[in-house]
């Protein structure tokens, strides 16, 4: 698995996690959340609005405790969308090109694997991940409009301000 964030005002670092660790709230607060994301996040800005889904571990009191002291404007989780791909910047957009680029080369091994995943990551041009921003207001608000059922066409509206999205890959 490999975390990491994005922004209209870029992207973190890839953070792999081993396939024998239990991403359980423990780890996803301190590690994945104190040691790796949120120093990377707070290095393009103090402010910003940090965004997560209704995974365990994202859900976990204590791991909405600390980003509400961590972090200076935190979604709760009762405004959270669910884990859809429809609403998940990642999945709509920004996972699907990048999985493109990584599969194009011809891959040996895990090894192999990691390295490509890495490279294309650094390669990853910001007007993906700015266009893959512009649209989540949009999908939320067609989201809403559909009551939460499915929705094909994305209205116009007002994009919101920066937000980050902590997304999860599996390899």
Avoid at 30 to 52: A, I
Avoid at 102 to 118: A, G, H, M, T, W
Avoid at 139 to 157: D, M, P
């Amino acid at each position: 698995m490999v975390s990491v964030g994005v922004s209209a005002l870029g992207h973190t670092d890839l953070y792999f996690v081993d396939a024998d660790v239990k991403i359980n709230g423990q780890y996803y607060r301190e590690v994945l959340l104190m040691q790796k994301l949120l120093p990377d996040v707070k290095e393009f800005s103090d402010y910003f609005t940090f965004q997560q889904d209704s995974a365990p571990a994202h859900r976990a009191k204590e791991t909405v405790d600390l980003l509400k002291c961590e972090t200076p404007d935190f979604i709760p989780p009762s405004l959270w969308p669910s884990n859809s791909p429809d609403l998940n910047p990642v999945d709509y957009k920004i996972w699907g090109l990048h999985q493109q680029q990584v599969y194009s080369r011809k891959i040996q091994n895990v090894d192999e694997l990691r390295q490509c995943i890495f490279e294309e990551w650094e390669r990853l041009d910001q007007r993906v991940i700015d266009n893959a921003v512009k649209q989540w207001c949009r999908r939320l608000r067609s989201c809403v409009a559909a009551k939460g059922g499915h929705f094909e066409q994305i209205r116009t509206f007002n994009f919101p301000k920066v937000v980050w999205e902590q997304f999860k890959i599996h390899v």
